[in-house]
Structures are given as C-alpha cells and as structure tokens.
C-alpha cells in the first residue's frame, strides 16, 4: 500500500515508516523538522529512511497547505497516517502558538487533504493529556474528556473532535489513538527517559516532580508501533462496531472510532528511575521537586477495545524497554 505520514523525523512517526517501509509499503514522509531539539536527531532519522527505495521525503510545515498538497498528490495514499504535532506538556506554557499553529492549523490541513483524497483510512495520533483532570481509572475511551490541563491537551481534543465532523461529513473513515508514556530507542531529547539517562551518564543531578509519587503507563515504542500497524487493517464501519467489554467508541453518525494504545501497567516513578539505574550500574542523584502545571498524577489506560479490534496490547516489560534505549543512547545515538 501507499502510505503518506507526517511526523516521519519524530519519535514515533520514524519507527512507524521503517516499519512500514520493511513490510513492503511504499512511505512519503513530511515533517518541518523544527528546532524543538536537536534536528540532527530528526535529520539521522530522515537518512535512515531514506535508505530504502521505498520511503520520500518533503520537509516543510504543516502550515504550508502547497507543501502539503504536493507531498500527497506525490504520495496518492492508500492511508493517511498523521503524526506530527508540536510535543511537550511542559513547552506549551512556553510557546502556546506553536501548538495551535501545528496542532490545529496543521491537523486542520490535514484533515483537508484527506477531504480531497478519500484515502481507504485515516489515522490521527493524539494524547493521553487529553484525559486531563480526570481521576477514576483506568482511563476509558468511552469516558468524558472535557476538562484538559494544558494547552498541548486541548489542542489534541480539538483534532479529535474536528476530524470526527470530516468523518461525518465527508465519509473518511477515521481512528484516532490515544499514546500512553511512549518510550524507546530513537527517543526525544525532552522525555524523561531521555533526560534521566542524559543526566545520570554525565554525573549530574535528575528532577524529580511530583516528589517522584508520580505513576505512568509506560508504552514501548516497538508495541505502540505494532499496535498502529495493525489498528490500519480496522477500518471503521458506520453501524458495524466490535464487541468488546468496555464498548466500542464507534460513532453513532460516522465512520469513526477513538483507541487507547496503552498496556494497562501503571509504574511509579521512583521504580522508573530504579530500572534506569540498574541499566546504567549507576546510582542517580535525586532531587525532588514538587509538581509541575499541567502534569497530572497517574495515566493508567484501559486497552480492551485495542485488544477487541486488533489481538493486541503492548506486553514489552518496561524494565526491558529502559534496557533497549539504555543500549542505544550508549552505542548508536547519534552524537
């Protein structure tokens, strides 16, 4: 098939068109490759795809609906897999436009292409930010999402419920997934897994928020993208939901559904950082600091209605996962 997916120099969007490109498909990516962090990161993803006949890439912004619009009439996809966004809890109380310019003009843009195209399927990521404050868990798709914490989670809500009215409208047969904690080899400078090895390797203290009784449904990248691949070939029908036994999110007027792509583990904190230091052979050195704006306190995900739809949950322990990024960062990251 012929896939176009956007975010292919990021974390996840990376992973995902290597695997794509590995199982036969043809891959045309588009990212901005912006300064978030270190673009050699992203340009040392892009060369790795592009080691393949198979993948072509256009750099340029969501934003930039020409630029778009070339890459998908290059592309002619079969599917439409849209992972780029402006990351980060944190950076959105930093720059709160370049989440609204990427997230919802750029997912706007996106949700246009789509429009024009009619792909077989459409595929947004989104967040488990979008959960915000709620307390009961584990978190359910089928539960309300209205009270976000930060900018960045509003933003993701916002395409969620954008695309369902192109879905509606328009008759694109669309998932959105939800990402728990997605950690791994080829991992974001900003994530914490990142910044805690960083800091442990070269002798300097961690932070710690939330006095580390802070609790995460850590996904491993290899199961998130297992999970995507499979979430293609379940294309959502107007009044044929899944059987499942926390119910289908389908949609009673489009061709729409919304998944959790989580393992259902929550882990505390302080256990993370404890993998990590046994990984490293070295003790960090702590320093507990009090929550952040935005953080909440535990994500914990339902994942019956992915296991319903697809045969799977991400199962990677975590403990394995922090040894797999501890061996990259060490011997293949880019420096």
């Known amino acids: 098939m012929r896939f176009l997916i956007t975010g292919t120099a990021g974390f996840i969007g990376f992973h995902v068109a290597r695997r794509l490109l590995d199982d036969g498909h043809f891959v045309t990516g588009f990212d901005g490759l912006?300064?978030?962090?270190?673009?050699?990161?992203?340009?040392?993803?892009?060369?790795?795809?592009?080691?393949?006949?198979?993948?072509?890439?256009?750099?340029?912004?969501?934003?930039?609906?020409?630029?778009?619009?070339?890459?998908?009439?290059?592309?002619?996809?079969?599917?439409?897999?849209?992972?780029?966004?402006?990351?980060?809890?944190?950076?959105?109380?930093?720059?709160?436009?370049?989440?609204?310019?990427?997230?919802?003009?750029?997912?706007?843009?996106?949700?246009?292409?789509?429009?024009?195209?009619?792909?077989?399927?459409?595929?947004?990521?989104?967040?488990?930010?979008?959960?915000?404050?709620?307390?009961?868990?584990?978190?359910?798709?089928?539960?309300?999402?209205?009270?976000?914490?930060?900018?960045?989670?509003?933003?993701?809500?916002a395409m969620e419920v954008m695309s369902h009215s192109y879905a509606h409208l328009w008759s694109l047969p669309t998932t959105c997934f939800r990402f728990f904690t997605v950690y791994g080899p080829w991992g974001r400078p900003d994530m914490a897994l990142f910044k805690f090895v960083d800091a442990i390797e070269n002798d300097r203290p961690i932070d710690i928020y939330g006095h580390g009784e802070m609790r995460r449904d850590f996904t491993y990248i290899d199961d998130l993208v297992e999970a995507v691949v499979r979430l293609v070939a379940c294309v959502p029908e107007l009044g044929k939901p899944v059987s499942c036994v926390t119910g289908d999110t389908l949609s009673p007027?489009?061709?729409?559904?919304?998944?959790?792509?989580?393992?259902?583990?929550?882990?505390?904190?302080?256990?993370?950082?404890?993998?990590?230091?046994?990984?490293?052979?070295?003790?960090?050195?702590?320093?507990?600091?009090?929550?952040?704006?935005?953080?909440?306190?535990?994500t914990f995900a339902d994942h019956h209605l992915l296991e319903a739809l697809t045969g799977f949950r991400p199962n990677t322990p975590v403990s394995e996962g922090v040894e797999a990024f501890v061996r990259w960062y060490q011997n293949e990251r880019p420096r």
């Open 34 to 157: 912006t300064p978030y962090y270190d673009v050699r990161l992203k340009q040392a993803r892009h060369a790795i795809l592009e080691r393949s006949n198979g993948f072509r890439a256009h750099v340029a912004m969501l934003e930039d609906m020409a630029a778009l619009e070339r890459a998908a009439a290059e592309a002619e996809p079969d599917v439409i897999v849209h992972l780029a966004a402006q990351a980060g809890v944190r950076y959105s109380l930093e720059n709160p436009r370049a989440y609204v310019d990427a997230n919802l003009l750029g997912s706007f843009n996106v949700l246009e292409i789509a429009r024009q195209l009619k792909p077989r399927h459409l595929l947004l990521a989104s967040t488990s930010s979008a959960y915000g404050g709620n307390e009961k868990m584990p978190f359910v798709e089928t539960d309300k999402a209205d009270h976000p914490l930060t900018l960045y989670a509003a933003t993701k809500k």
């Open 253 to 298: 007027v489009a061709p729409w559904r919304l998944v959790n792509i989580a393992g259902g583990h929550s882990t505390g904190l302080i256990e993370f950082i404890e993998m990590i230091e046994r990984s490293l052979g070295r003790k960090a050195r702590r320093n507990l600091l009090p929550m952040q704006k935005g953080d909440v306190p535990e």
